[in-house]
C-alpha cells in the first residue's frame, strides 16, 4: 500500500487533498479493480465540502505537513 496515505497520526482517518477544491478529504473506500494490465487500486474520498470522486491510489496527494528546520538563530 502507499506510504503516503497511511495513517501517521492515530487518528483513524486517511486524509488527503481533494483533487477538486484541495480542502481536506477523507478516504472512505478502498478497492481493487480489474484491468487488462493487472489489478489497480482505487479509493472513494469525500472532502469537506461533499465532493466525492472514485480516484487511482497513485494519483491521491496528501496533506502537506510543514517539516521545521532549525534556523540561523536556533539552538543546536
Known sequence: ??????NNQGTGLDLVGCPACAAPAEIVE???LESTDGPIEHATV???????????????VSPRVQEREP????SR
Open 71 to 74: 534556523g540561523r538563530w536556533a
Open 1 to 6: 500500500m502507499n506510504d503516503r496515505l497511511q
Open 30 to 32: 478502498r478497492y481493487v
Open 46 to 60: 469525500l472532502c469537506a465540502d461533499r465532493h466525492r470522486f472514485t480516484v487511482l491510489v497513485e494519483r491521491l
